[in-house]
């Protein structure tokens, strides 16, 4: 027995030995992994959601010069407003109308420096970069198989889905985007981020369908990550790099935005970057202005208005989902829709020239009365600022 008792003192001494090794070697993943599981808890989704670079890995691109965002005359808030700002955690809001501020602050203890998670507001950015590839004959053809570009794919679910059919959320791959189920697919791939794994792994091993591509439409943020492969196969470049070269720098940012990235270093493009307020209103005001910034255009024309269209099927709570934009329920001429979780919010409306970055960290934003009153908000806004008719 007594032999029995020291082996077994051994077997555990050996066992912590290991566990320690094992921890300080892990310690950087490890931490991540604990990050993600906090990463939306009351007392920290604030802090977190302005410092993501110090919980997950990075990848920095310039900025360029900053440009000049005019100081407008300020404006009347609509009613309501306070009480919609406390409600919906916001952190920063900046609205332009014709380009220029009019009205912006910044709450809940943070500032105008703070770069703050985008989440799926990512996608519109990306849907942008994608517009100057197809424009310059990279991408010349957007019913190609995304499997002529990203090879790794052809034993997956995305196997004889076009890049088009991709772009609209028409993929037809099986995706549980529950963010409240721990073990839905939008949460396990963010464990495989946390732990430094591959997304390009994470999405060549996606192999359940829904359905044929392009039968139906479902929100599946894997899908974004697919386009990005796509870019990368097409040019050879990351697409910070692209990001930077045909965007970032001549518009001209107020800092120097950066991606969260996996363990490849490969950029988390579907919702990881990060910017300031400032930054994300002027990305809308490029959209509003058809693409056009300081004389230049960086984006077509056509681009902005096609990818900016309904797709053929219907959205969730909206009109319809263009490449990679949200088309808001029943919406006016000129509006177009970024969004992301807990309350990253821009809002363009190009008729009226106006546009409404928001950035938040709303835990309640799945809950159904949030969605309309943002839009209501929204509209408000605008409206307060529209020309009334004269008598």
Request: proline share 6%.
């Amino acid at each position: 027995m007594r032999k029995w008792l020291k082996r077994l003192g051994w077997v555990l001494a050996i066992l912590v030995v290991v566990l320690a090794a094992l921890g300080l070697w892990k310690r950087e993943e490890i931490t991540r992994l604990l990050a993600v599981n906090s990463l939306f808890d009351a007392d920290r989704i604030v802090g977190n959601f302005s410092h993501m670079d110090q919980l997950f890995l990075t990848r920095s691109m310039e900025g360029g010069t900053p440009s000049v965002l005019p100081q407008g005359t300020g404006m009347t808030l609509p009613p309501g407003y306070e009480g919609w700002a406390v409600d919906r955690q916001v952190t920063g809001i900046v609205v332009l109308q014709g380009g220029a501020v009019v009205h912006e602050e910044y709450r809940l203890g943070t500032g105008r420096a703070d770069r703050r998670i985008s989440w799926s507001e990512a996608k519109s950015a990306l849907s942008l970069l994608l517009g100057t590839l197809v424009a310059d004959g990279t991408i010349p053809d957007l019913d190609a198989q995304v499997t002529d570009y990203a090879p790794m794919l052809a034993a997956s679910a995305y196997r004889g889905a076009t890049i088009r059919q991709v772009l609209l959320m028409e993929s037809g791959v099986a995706f549980n985007e529950d963010y409240l189920d721990f073990w839905s697919d939008i949460n396990r791939m963010g464990r495989v981020l946390a732990l430094g794994g591959s997304m390009d792994g994470f999405a060549a091993g996606q192999t359940a369908r829904r359905g044929p591509p392009g039968s139906d439409w479902q929100y599946v943020s894997i899908d974004t990550h697919v386009i990005g492969m796509v870019i990368r196969g097409a040019t050879g470049r990351s697409i910070p790099d692209l990001m930077q070269e045909r965007l970032f720098t001549p518009l001209g940012l107020d800092s120097d935005p950066y991606y969260v990235t996996d363990g490849d270093g490969v950029a988390f493009v579907l919702g990881g970057l990060n910017m300031t307020t400032r930054d994300y209103a002027r990305i809308g005001q490029l959209v509003a202005q058809g693409g056009v910034w300081q004389g230049r255009q960086l984006v077509p024309a056509a681009w902005i208005d096609e990818s900016t269209a309904p797709g053929p099927y219907p959205a969730e709570f909206g009109t319809g989902y263009g490449y990679q934009w949200w088309l808001p329920p029943d919406a006016r001429p000129g509006e177009v829709w970024a969004r992301g979780i807990y309350g990253q919010n821009l809002w363009i409306d190009r008729t009226h020239d106006v546009v409404i970055a928001v950035n938040a960290a709303d835990r309640d934003f799945e809950t159904p009365p949030v969605m309309p009153q943002n839009v209501a908000m929204f509209r408000a806004i605008v409206d307060s600022l529209s020309p009334q008719p004269t008598e």
